[in-house]
């Protein structure tokens, strides 16, 4: 089984290296045709995609922007990482088309200038959030926390994501206002109004994004405080690592609510407080590996 998985990495990186190579050889226009052609088969279809992207040249994007709305998901898929490789030139195409009727379009266009970062696409990725399809709005909220993470008027945005009528959308906002850590200080009383859902996902992740915002607000420790009696032990362990690192003085009691959580049935949620009890120095790696195989 290992030679397989090995023999099939090996094929795909000789793959790769074809596709680089017919790349520089061949014009760019044998790629768009192929692209473009619904006759032709998928994979062929794909590699041209990704063979657009690998040469980079902006006279491909409409065409990678068109083969956005394709029937196949793998098609779309490969033009979307087509436009994030060639990057700036595409930001244009990818903001109009956050205005495309389909959704699939505007959903993907606003994943791809997430990946491409660029601050010009924050006006434009604004109005999104209010679009009318929930997987536009999560990929929005997504690319916003990505491309900037310094301004107050994104974080704002993201507070605003954290009412949000649907819950994936809301643990995006969370998840994101976590990873862009203190500047992000202003979303505490959010994430903390969220551990009034009954969603678990969602008050798991507002308890990791408190402690990694790390303001040790009279909100925040509180808030955390009251998590750890959460009737998920996933959502008590976050809780406890969280209050660890906005309150140090607390290790020692997120070391008890730690070393409950390793008596939970479900094998990731102990590996989980395995190994932030091993972040702390309270338990050796080994140990952590055999409670992740405990049964």
Same mark, same amino acid.
């Given at each position: 089984?290992?030679?397989?998985?090995?023999s099939l990495i090996f094929l795909g990186i000789i793959s790769a290296i074809a596709i680089g190579i017919a790349a520089e050889g061949q014009e760019i226009g044998s790629f768009i045709a192929q692209l473009q052609n619904k006759e032709e088969i998928a994979e062929v279809r794909r590699k041209a995609a990704y063979a657009l992207g690998q040469i980079g040249d902006p006279a491909s994007v409409t065409v990678l922007i068109q083969a956005l709305k394709d029937d196949r998901g793998e098609i779309r898929a490969a033009a979307a990482a087509a436009l994030v490789r060639i990057g700036s030139p595409a930001v244009p195409e990818l903001i109009r088309s956050l205005k495309s009727k389909d959704p699939v379009v505007r959903s993907t266009a606003a994943y791809a200038l997430g990946r491409i970062g660029e601050s010009d696409a924050i006006p434009a990725l604004m109005p999104v959030l209010s679009d009318q399809r929930w997987e536009v709005r999560q990929n %929005? =909220? #997504? %690319? !916003?926390?990505?491309?900037d993470q310094a301004s107050q008027t994104v974080v704002f945005? !993201?507070? @605003? %994501?954290? *009412? /949000?009528?649907?819950? $994936? =959308? +809301?643990?995006?906002? #969370? *998840?994101? !206002?976590?990873q862009i850590g203190a500047p992000a200080e202003a979303a505490i009383p959010g994430l903390a109004h969220a551990f009034n859902h009954q969603q678990v996902t969602l008050r798991g992740t507002a308890a990791k994004a408190l402690g990694q915002i790390g303001v040790p607000t009279q909100t925040a420790v509180a808030t955390l405080i009251n998590a750890l009696s959460d009737e998920s032990p996933w959502? +008590?362990? $976050?809780? #406890?690592? %969280? !209050? =660890? @690192?906005? /309150? *140090? *003085?607390? @290790? /020692?009691? #997120?070391?008890? =609510?730690l070393t409950e959580v390793l008596s939970c049935k479900v094998a990731g949620v102990r590996l989980y407080a395995a190994r932030v009890l091993a972040a702390m120095d309270d338990i050796s790696q080994a140990t952590v590996v055999k409670l992740a195989r405990k049964e």
């Open positions: 089984m290992r030679c397989c998985r090995i %929005a =909220v #997504a %690319a !916003l926390g990505k491309i945005a !993201l507070i @605003q %994501a954290l *009412s /949000d009528k649907h819950i $994936n =959308v +809301r643990i995006w906002a #969370a *998840s994101m !206002l976590g959502v +008590r362990a $976050n809780a #406890a690592y %969280a !209050l =660890v @690192q906005i /309150d *140090s *003085s607390k @290790q /020692d009691t #997120a070391i008890r =609510v």
